[in-house]
């Protein structure tokens, strides 16, 4: 019965890799989405970074904003109240106790509306007549005018009467600005203040320039440091400007845990699976393929149950294993025990044919002594040489080896030395066999067939050779190994150069010949150039050939 063979669709793949393959569909979604989600949540962290450093830009801008602005309020209330001016003594009263209450100004200069100094303090940095008139002429209520140097200049317009001041300048020292202002950098953080394009107040972040004219709000990297969020724009009192810097909030470590979860997540399932199929699947079926193989090897002691690792299925398959196993290894030693007691009786029966051939054979020959005449002498004579060589044949398939079968080679030479022997009684001529043999071993179905060729080849040579009037015989035997079997080759110049033992021949011997070619599936082939009668035959065949031939139709002698 032909057995049928189905295979997979594809290649194959260990059973580790495919779990990988596995968990890893599994579970990527889930990862990417648990990855989106933690990098939403920092990319808001940042941009909430960036309104918080807006906003805390805008309240300290607030502040410096007022505290400029308190000194315009007092400027204002100076120029409201502008009574005896005019005269010397009340305008140095009134210029000395408005410093004093001005912690800002060093000096204080009154002017009308077309830039004419009205009232000045004594002493300090005060506008020139350009600038007052220039002052004068603004639109503005309110200015501030830095001419580059250590001081500004603060001014305070107001419409007024013909003579009468209008106009109020304070002149305030840049050091006393950084004084207020170092307070309220203080309070407020990392600030710094910009006087057109000079920090007057802070150090500014590495690479931050005096802001333009627009709010900006940016990320600053520096090497070594985290981010820091900066924060550059205009105070709405000019050429004042401000900068903020806030700093950026480190990654934590549960954010770092969350972007890195998925990744981790996924390695960890697959060292988990791929541990635990190597612990419970892939190691026990290793062993137990071991052990598989050990007992297909021969050794029938091999058992399932101790490498099947520790889960239900592979206890339940080892245990149908060493069940089965167990199972075979009685039945195969009572196949064992049968077969040693058929050879036992084989033997027997092949001892006791031997025995009755030998007595059926002694029979003859006493027969044939009390025989009268030649004729039935030499047929006596004749029958006891075939039944001797039955009897020889029995004799050595007693001795049969179940590994090799037959010893042709010691059948050969036993055949030979019996023939000798009872030659000479049955065809009055001595013979003398020569024989070049190879070792051979041949099956019982081809051990008759073989002995009694030659038997028969033997006698036939004796029988020309008697009636060509000759005493003596000389016959020589070949046997060899070919490439299909063994060849047998039987030589004597007796032969003569007609081929006697020839199918189509009626006499007795032919016929015998024939009929033991027939058995062997041979052909008997007569050279007249030496003279020879060779024929072919099968060999025992050895025990992994009959393996591997099983399933065949045997041969004779297979």
């Known amino acids: 019965m032909e057995s049928t063979e189905i295979q997979g669709s594809g290649p194959r793949r260990s059973l580790s890799f495919q779990l990988a393959v596995a968990l890893t569909l599994a579970l990527l979604p889930i990862g990417v989405l648990a990855a989106v989600l933690a990098a939403d949540g920092i990319r808001s962290t940042r941009e909430a970074e960036l309104v918080r450093a807006e906003d805390q ?17 007092v400027l204002r209330a100076l120029l409201r109240n502008e009574s005896g001016l005019q005269d010397g003594r009340t305008c140095n009263t009134e210029a000395a106790n408005a410093l004093d209450d001005a912690e800002t100004f060093d000096a204080l200069v009154w002017a009308d509306m077309l830039g004419r100094p009205v009232c000045e303090s004594r ?159 892939v190691r026990p079926l290793q062993n137990m393929a071991s052990g598989v193989r050990a007992y297909g090897a021969g050794n029938d002691h091999v058992r399932l149950s101790g490498a099947a690792g520790q889960t239900d299925e592979m206890q339940a398959f080892a245990e149908t294993f060493d069940a089965m196993a167990k199972n075979m290894a009685d039945a195969r030693q009572d196949v064992d025990t ?16 031997k025995n009755n051939l030998q007595i059926i054979t002694s029979l003859i020959s006493i027969q044939a002594r009390e025989a009268e005449g ?13 039944v001797g060589a039955l009897s020889i044949v029995h004799r050595w398939l007693y001795e049969e080896s179940a590994a090799h079968g037959v010893d042709f080679t010691a059948l ?27 070792r051979l071993h041949i099956s019982q179905d081809a051990a008759v067939p073989l002995a009694f060729l030659i038997t028969e080849v033997i006698a036939f040579a004796a029988r020309l050779a008697a009636a060509e009037g000759d005493t003596r015989l000389t016959i020589d035997i070949h046997v060899k190994r070919t490439e299909t079997g063994g060849e047998l080759q039987i030589c004597s110049d007796a032969f003569g150069e007609k081929d006697a033992l020839a199918p189509t021949e009626t006499r007795a ?32 065949q050895r025990p992994d050939k009959i393996l591997s031939d099983a399933g065949t139709k045997p041969a004779i002698g297979s």
Request: aromatic share 6%; proline share 6%.
């Open 57 to 73: 830009f805008r309240t300290t801008a607030r502040v410096v904003d007022d505290l400029l602005s308190v000194d315009f309020l």
């Open 123 to 281: 002493g300090g940095t005060k506008p020139s007549t350009a600038e007052l008139t220039r002052l004068a002429a603004e639109g503005e209520r309110e200015n501030l005018i830095w001419p580059g140097g250590d001081h500004v200049f603060f001014a305070v317009r107001e419409a007024a009467s013909r003579g009468q001041p209008g106009l109020i300048v304070a002149t305030a020292s840049i050091s006393r600005l950084q004084a207020r202002l170092r307070e309220i950098a203080a309070m407020e953080g990392d600030v710094t203040v910009w006087l057109g394009d000079k920090a007057i107040v802070g150090d500014p972040p590495p690479g931050i320039s005096a802001p333009g004219g627009l709010l900006t709000v940016r990320r600053v990297s520096e090497p070594g440091q985290s981010d820091n969020v900066v924060a550059s724009g205009p105070l709405s009192i000019a050429p004042f400007a401000l900068t903020t810097v806030v700093p950026g909030a480190r990654l934590a470590f549960a954010d770092i845990l969350a972007i890195a979860a998925p990744s981790l997540m996924w390695i960890a399932a697959l060292l988990i699976g791929w541990m635990v199929v190597q612990r419970f699947v």
């Open 338 to 353: 049968a077969l040693t007691e058929q050879r036992r009786l084989t033997r027997e029966v092949h001892h006791r044919v």
């Open 374 to 386: 030649g004729d039935v002498s030499r047929a006596y004579a004749s029958i006891q040489m075939r």
């Open 412 to 438: 050969t030479q036993d055949l030979c030395a019996s023939l000798q022997q009872t030659i000479p009684t049955a065809k009055l001529v001595e013979p003398r066999i020569n024989t070049h043999l190879e």
């Open 509 to 540: 011997a032919a016929r015998i010949v024939s009929g033991m070619v027939r058995q062997l599936r041979g052909r008997l082939v007569f050279d007249s150039g030496v003279p020879c009668y060779t024929v072919e035959f099968p060999l025992k």
